[in-house]
């Protein structure tokens, strides 16, 4: 979330951030005059509490102290609202951010390869996937539901590739690996704005909550409601939750390792076959924590997708970067990028990554801050995230791109060392 003092001394700035994200800007309105009715409240509550202190008989006292319970009273509903309005300003979009209004307005600003010229018409990653048995959609249907799936034989090995070749290769690039809880507390969820209130709406927020109830080490049933995280990003952000870190050592750069788990709630009549949209997932996730200084930011998050696209190189996968536009953005996001990938089988790009640089919108919603090591001064850091890489888009991008017309799939020559061979059903 924002600083409410930039959002008072801001305000149309921010609520020209809203309606270029495709969100009401009558939201900072309430948000202000909410804000205007709670101070005057916490004043008045102020007032009466410096009175009580001054009380000299006990009768006063007692009407101040009953006076302050009802201004209490009438300042908690205003503190409720205005956290739940907090909690959906947006933040404010970089200069070089493209205005538009979804989609089809995000703009390409890099390109490698050429997309591969087949003597045959190539097939789809189910098709390859089916003949080679690798993948299994039927049983995994049947087991695990709408977009269930099994990994088979080389299609393992394949994805393990995937992710140990990410993996290493982050460590290159001098990311700490971890491997972090995909079972998280709701904060976790709430602060790195992966709900789009202050409280879990399963009607919106494409997360999966855990029904049943876990207990405390003291074997009471625990309060705290658990989610399954949809990328490993709300577990890193929250490593360092109320924490107040040394500002000279960042930038902290961590990579995640961890399966994913989606709900997909708003797309379940988009790609409804095969391993494009599915429920559940591995992913390597960059993730870094920067000072507040934008400069740095946007060089940092230049780093990570380099690094992304450095990879999709090695792969030999043909791809694009693009800038996204502010109608294509979440609430929190100052600047992002994607990638895509090529596939031929499905003739079309896939998102294959996603860099977003959020400022310090989701370190004040987890109260991370930095003493600056110059003057001393506490601030809250920035924090940055990318897909490093994600096994399935990957995986189909590998089988639809490397395919052979004898049917069998060619393993990228730095796959080679993880997979064992040259080709996949040889």
């Not at 988009?270 to 591995?282: A, C, I, L």
Request: glycine residues 8%; charged residues 30%.
């Amino acid at each position: 979330m924002l600083d409410i003092k930039f959002v008072r001394e801001h305000a149309d700035a921010v609520k020209d951030a809203a309606a270029k994200k495709n969100l009401d800007p009558k939201l900072i309105d309430e948000l202000l005059a909410v804000d205007a009715e709670r101070r005057a409240a916490m004043g008045a509550a102020e007032a009466i509490r410096a009175e009580q202190k001054k009380a000299k008989d006990r009768e006063t006292g007692a009407k101040l102290k009953e006076q302050f319970k009802e201004q209490e009273e009438k300042l908690r509903p205003l503190e409720q609202r205005f956290n739940e309005l907090m909690v959906r300003v947006p933040n404010i979009i970089s200069p070089d951010t493209p205005v538009g209004k979804g989609e089809a307005d995000n703009k390409e600003i890099f390109h490698w390869g050429e997309p591969r010229t087949f003597d045959f018409t190539p097939k789809t990653h189910v098709e390859i996937g089916k003949a080679l048995d690798i993948i299994d959609f039927d049983r995994g249907t049947k087991v695990g539901g709408f977009r269930g799936y099994y990994l088979k034989h080389d299609g393992v090995l394949l994805a393990m590739g995937i992710m140990m070749y990410a993996l290493n290769k982050m460590v290159e690039k001098g990311y700490t690996p971890m491997i972090p809880p995909t079972l998280v507390k709701g904060f976790a969820l709430r602060g790195s704005g992966y709900f789009k209130g202050l409280d879990y709406d399963p009607e919106v927020d494409e997360i999966y909550q855990v029904a049943t109830a876990d207990k405390e080490s003291t074997g009471e049933k625990s309060g705290d409601q658990k989610f399954l995280v949809g990328t490993a990003e709300p577990s890193l952000l929250a490593y360092y939750a109320d924490e107040m870190l040394n500002g000279a050592q960042l930038p902290i750069r961590l990579a995640g390792y961890s399966q994913c788990y989606r709900s997909e709630i708003g797309s379940y009549s988009k790609d409804v076959k095969g391993m494009y949209r599915v429920h559940e997932f591995m992913k390597v996730e960059q993730v870094v924590l920067a000072p507040a200084d934008l400069d740095l930011a946007n060089k940092l998050q230049d780093e990570m997708t380099g690094i992304s696209g450095e990879m999709h190189e090695e792969l030999g996968l043909p791809y694009r970067r693009l800038a996204i536009c502010s109608g294509d953005m979440s609430a929190g996001k100052y600047r992002a990028f994607d990638l895509e990938a090529w596939l031929p089988g499905m003739q079309r790009w896939a998102e294959t990554g996603s860099a977003s640089n959020f400022t310090d919108w989701q370190s004040r919603r987890l109260n991370v801050k930095y003493a600056d090591p110059a003057t001393g001064e506490k601030k809250f850091v920035y924090m940055l995230n990318n897909t490093a890489l994600p096994s399935p888009r990957i995986f189909i991008a590998i089988l639809e791109n490397y395919q052979t017309k004898d049917g069998l799939v060619e393993v990228p020559e730095v796959l080679e060392k993880y997979i064992g061979k040259q080709f996949i059903g040889g």
